[in-house]
């Protein structure tokens, strides 16, 4: 899956993630996920008849979160939704490549981060932020905790959320790996899962052979 041109990043640079098989992975570029996600869609709800009858639906809201998250320069994204006897379990991840002025300066989380106190409330918005080491990339500024986001009917929508920054200085970029859930009464478990999944993140040089798995796709950023 090739990402979007990055100006100024000179020659290739890609990565690997690796998300649980229950996971899908949503086609973000514009000219082929009009195709692909109806696609998916329909590999995903054939035989549950409840949810094909709802297929155009849920074909336009992955359609609309795909261009959303392409826009706002996303180049891999992510999501699940597990079915339980309260309802489904839904979220997602998304991998974006951006220009950090810092360059090889380690910022620490607080100064990448807002931090928001937790109040008595476990429902209320709140952002902790610390360090946290993953594994063959080192240390790296985290954000995590519950917020309000804006829904594109004009309201918020409150989430859980983890946002992990992973510095590339060379290139004066960083990756940034961000993962959501609307379900606050799954916070901990979910803020948990969100920590497996970014441990398995890693940048890999294009020129250089990457030993994936089957549940690790190789994702490319490349600028002209």
């Not at 996920?33 to 869609?41: C, E, G, S, T």
């Not at 993953?134 to 917020?147: E, F, L, M, T």
């Not at 929508?157 to 940034?176: C, G, K, S, W």
């Not at 478990?189 to 089957?214: K, N």
Request: net charge negative.
């Amino acid at each position: 899956m090739s990402g979007p041109a990055v100006a100024g990043l000179e020659g290739r640079l890609g990565y690997v993630i690796s998300v649980p098989q229950s996971w899908y992975e949503l086609e973000l570029r514009p000219g082929v996920r009009d195709q692909a996600i109806p696609r998916l869609v329909e590999e995903r709800v054939r035989g549950n008849e409840q949810l094909w009858a709802q297929r155009r639906g849920i074909e336009k809201l992955l359609l609309e979160h795909a261009a959303r998250a392409w826009d706002s320069g996303a180049t891999y994204a992510a999501g699940f939704s597990l079915p339980t006897e309260e309802g489904p379990v839904t979220g997602s991840l998304t991998v974006t490549l951006v220009e950090d002025p810092a360059g090889e300066v380690v910022l620490a989380p607080e100064e990448r981060f807002r931090q928001v106190p937790r109040t008595g409330d476990l429902l209320a918005p709140y952002a902790h932020t610390s360090m946290v080491d993953i594994p063959r990339i080192g240390a790296c500024p985290r954000s995590s905790g519950i917020d309000d986001a804006p829904a594109p009917d004009g309201g918020l929508i409150r989430h859980v959320f983890m946002v992990t920054a992973v510095p590339v200085p060379e290139h004066r970029r960083t990756f940034l790996i961000s993962a959501s859930s609307p379900v606050l009464a799954l916070a901990d478990a979910l803020l948990d899962l969100f920590d497996a999944v970014t441990s398995t993140f890693r940048v890999v040089p294009l020129d250089e052979p990457s030993p994936t798995t089957p549940q690790e796709e190789l994702v490319d950023v490349q600028a002209d």
